[in-house]
């Protein structure tokens, strides 16, 4: 047998648990694709899956096309196409990793705009610059609705769209020992939490927004995080896409060194789909295989294109979902409290359902369209000159910079955004002359600051001239 399937049959012990999920779901006004979603995950949950995929089960993915070398300049840039295409940005996180407390997307980035400013002004721009009303949609989450929203009233021309949000579900945590809904009185909030990405494909058909943008002519969605400013809309990978007649396409990168232990892209023996195996689905013994990035070449951007009406049917096909792998998390019931109740947290991964489609594919981009914020590393990357913001909003390298340099800032003293801003209190450091700067220990860095070549240091303070002398060599 190809794929292990899950039964959605459930003993009658399983069914009564069962049930004080669906009511809990449904007196929180849960749509019923919410609900199907969940069931099944706790269905997967109850048999025992691991989501593990094995080694000799799949084989490297090759023969990926190239948008540089294979797609531009031969399928066109139509702008046609545009008023058949939605842009969606993933906008759930909260940042909680970093040390905020809001959504990710209110970060400022470069001077005083956000995420959130520039996707809105290269959304803006692309309508006025190809004349065609792009549609835009945000899927937040409960945690983030509230702040995006009045944050983008400084935008009309979004804000007023009735279509702008789409809200992701919430799902209950589970209960480790008795398998019920877990329960925490002094927190009732903390008995929910979010269902990962994945949630895209149930928010879509439960909230009827999928039927909606069907009915309005719209064929092609593009999906990518709020925090990659790289992921922008390419009219000649939509012209590629819509040619191909694929119902899903993953955008993904050459893995680097850097890359070892994220998810990869691979092929399963069985039917020859595409499939995403992330380090969660990898038994210890196939570690190093998994590693292997000459062997595994590929990492997914999680920028997605998707064909809409093929996602209506497939939905249908299934029995009102899209039937994801299973991600399972243990975690305590308030995750400030290592002594309340241990639960399990369930969640989906969006890039999970390219093995649920007949012909989905994927296609080699470069990495300047994956330049997302995991840590403040990242952050202090994109706020400097190495990155300048374009004519029309996008991110970009600054001119005659072949490759970002690699920032690997103290991962205890730079954990927290509040730590990097107090170090770039008197500016951000010049890195368009670097390659590599890594700092241990805690830095005072300033706009005079100018980091040439490698550098390391375990300095507790920069002066400005002093900088400008000795950045030139690898420095400790």
């Known amino acids: ?51 593990m995929i094995a080694e000799d089960s799949i084989q490297p993915a090759t023969n990926v096309p190239s948008l540089e070398a294979d797609i531009k300049g031969q399928y066109g840039n139509s702008t046609a196409l545009l008023a058949q295409t ?62 995006t929203l009045k944050f983008l009233q400084k935008y009309p021309q979004l804000s007023s769209d009735p279509n702008l949000e789409l809200l992701q579900h919430k799902v209950p945590k589970i209960n480790a020992a008795s398998m019920e809904p877990a329960a925490w009185p002094q927190a009732p909030h903390k008995e929910w939490c979010p269902p990962g990405h994945g949630d895209l494909y149930a928010a879509l058909s439960g909230s009827g927004m999928l039927n909606k943008l069907l009915a309005e002519g719209v064929k092609y969605m593009f999906v990518s995080n709020s925090d990659n400013l790289g992921a922008t809309l390419d009219t000649e990978l939509l012209a590629y896409f819509a040619a191909s007649e694929k119902p899903l396409v993953m955008e993904v990168c050459e893995r680097t060194e850097a890359d070892m232990k994220g998810g990869h892209l691979a092929v399963r023996t069985c039917d020859r789909r595409l499939i995403f195996r ?39 096909a299934a029995g009102g979902l899209i039937p994801l792998p299973l991600i399972r998390n243990a975690k ?50 994109l706020r400097s000159d190495a990155y300048v913001v374009s004519d029309a909003y996008n991110v970009v390298l600054a001119p005659h910079i072949p490759r970002a340099p690699l920032v690997d800032l103290d991962a205890k003293k730079f954990k927290l955004v509040s730590q990097l801003d107090a170090a770039t209190a008197a500016g951000v450091p010049s890195l368009a002359q670097c390659q590599r700067f890594a700092v241990r220990g805690s830095v005072t860095l300033s706009t005079g600051c100018v980091i040439r070549g490698s550098v390391r240091s375990r300095m507790t303070a920069w002066r400005p001239r002093r900088c400008r002398r000795a950045s030139t060599a690898m420095r400790r």
């Not at 449904?26 to 199907?36: M, N, Y």
């Not at 803006?124 to 792009?134: E, T």
């Not at 196939?286 to 809409?308: C, E, G, P, Y």
């Open 332 to 381: 305590t019931v308030d995750p400030q409290d290592d002594k309340s109740p241990p639960v399990y947290q369930l969640e989906t991964c969006m890039g999970h359902a390219i093995e649920c489609f007949e012909g989905g594919g994927a296609v080699l981009v470069p990495r300047t369209r994956f330049a997302p914020v995991k840590k403040c590393s990242d952050l202090l990357l």
């Open 86 to 147: 939605v842009v969606l940005k993933l906008n759930g996180g909260l940042g909680t990793s970093m040390g905020l407390d809001q959504a990710k997307s209110l970060l400022s980035v470069k001077g005083d705009d956000t995420f959130l400013d520039l996707t809105a002004k290269q959304v803006l721009h692309m309508r006025q610059s190809l004349g065609v009303d792009v549609k835009f949609v945000l899927m937040n989450s409960y945690n983030t609705s509230k702040d």
């Open 278 to 316: 992330e380090s969660a689905q990898c038994e210890g013994a196939d570690a190093a295989s998994f590693q292997d990035i000459k062997r595994h070449r590929f990492f997914s951007t999680n920028n997605m294109w998707v064909r809409l009406d093929r996602l209506r049917e497939a939905i249908a």
């Open 1 to 51: 047998m190809c794929k292990p399937s899950l039964s959605e049959n459930m003993t009658a012990e399983a069914a009564a648990k069962f049930k004080l999920f669906h009511d809990k779901m449904v007196a929180e006004g849960l749509s019923d694709a919410a609900i199907r979603a969940f069931r099944h995950s706790y269905t997967a949950l109850l048999n025992g899956s691991t989501g």
